[in-house]
């Protein structure tokens, strides 16, 4: 039972991984791989962190071992971090490329154009 | 005393990172001394950088309209973005472009939960923002004659909620 739920919450995890990792070669310029990237990465990291927190409860619940507190709650702020950092450093390369002066590839309105020329 | 802001938030994420280590409540004493002691150095060093707004960052009313915010609208729209994107990897249908928004908010915090919000929510990053608190955002699909979108045409609620939480 326990055992089948990990395997949904992984496969979930490691399939939103795969696809970014797909996305990253598929796409066709930096912007759109940042798309890739940071989405996917982030549910996918939060379905996997999900099946530790879960096994660390499954674990903790018979004798209440302290050592599977520390697990789940490390799991879980390993979540809060990457929440908190991610769109922070997609911004950052993003801001960086069209900074210096990526155009990108496609674009049917650019308003940035111009912007840092100023 | 402009320290209290960033020694409490050490303190916390302290005792969090070590819950489970032993039998006072959940710590050990030797965890809270310690866990004291480094808030306090971290206090003083960034003293000149943290702003003391208490009541802005401790309100419960923030906190818990933020805790609805993640598990709430939030997930359900980075579920949704996340599905979208799948799409777009899959069958390789794009129609990019830099959109501006002018979601009117005044505080840098709001203005940052906004940022974060769109960058990981449905086919949008932010990319620029400007002194009056325009969002540059790339959009990876914009549809046909929404290239001067509202911020709702763009992200739905999210601006509501960045409201409501932070301003």
Do not use: Q
Not at chain 1, 30 to 46: D, L, P
Not at chain 2, 32 to 61: C, H, Q, S, W
Not at chain 2, 110 to 116: D, G, V
């Amino acid at each position: 039972m326990i055992e089948a739920l990990l395997a949904i919450l992984l496969a979930i995890g490691v399939g939103f991984n795969l696809l970014a990792s797909i996305g990253i070669l598929r796409f066709p310029d930096v912007y759109t791989r940042i798309h890739a990237s940071t989405k996917c990465t982030t549910f996918g990291t939060i379905f996997i962190v999900l099946a530790t927190v879960v096994y660390s409860i499954y674990r903790w619940l018979p004798n209440h071992d302290a050592r599977w507190i520390t697990i789940g709650i490390h799991s879980a702020l390993v979540v809060i971090f990457l929440v908190l950092t991610n769109p922070v450093g997609a911004h950052a390369i993003g801001r960086a490329a069209r900074k210096s002066g990526i155009r990108p590839y496609g674009a049917v309105i650019d308003e940035l154009e111009g912007y840092y020329e100023l | 005393m402009s320290l209290t802001t960033s020694f409490l938030w050490s303190l916390i994420v302290y005792l969090i990172l070590t819950a489970g280590s032993g039998s006072v409540l959940l710590w050990s004493p030797a965890e809270l001394v310690a866990g004291i002691v480094i808030a306090a150095l971290i206090g003083y060093a960034t003293r000149n950088i943290m702003d003391e707004r208490l009541d802005y960052f401790f309100n419960p009313k923030r906190w818990v309209l933020f805790l609805i915010y993640a598990v709430g609208p939030f997930f359900y729209a980075m579920a949704k973005a996340n599905l979208d994107v799948a799409y777009r990897v899959i069958t390789g249908k794009i129609r990019p472009g830099i959109v501006k928004i002018s979601p009117g908010l005044t505080r840098d915090e709001s203005r940052t939960l906004l940022a974060n919000s769109i960058t990981l929510t449905p086919g949008t990053f932010t990319l620029e923002i400007d002194d009056e608190g325009n969002l540059y955002v790339h959009w990876i699909n914009v549809p046909p004659g929404k290239e001067k979108p509202t911020p709702e045409e763009l992200c739905g609620y999210l601006p509501k909620w960045a409201r409501r939480i932070a301003e």
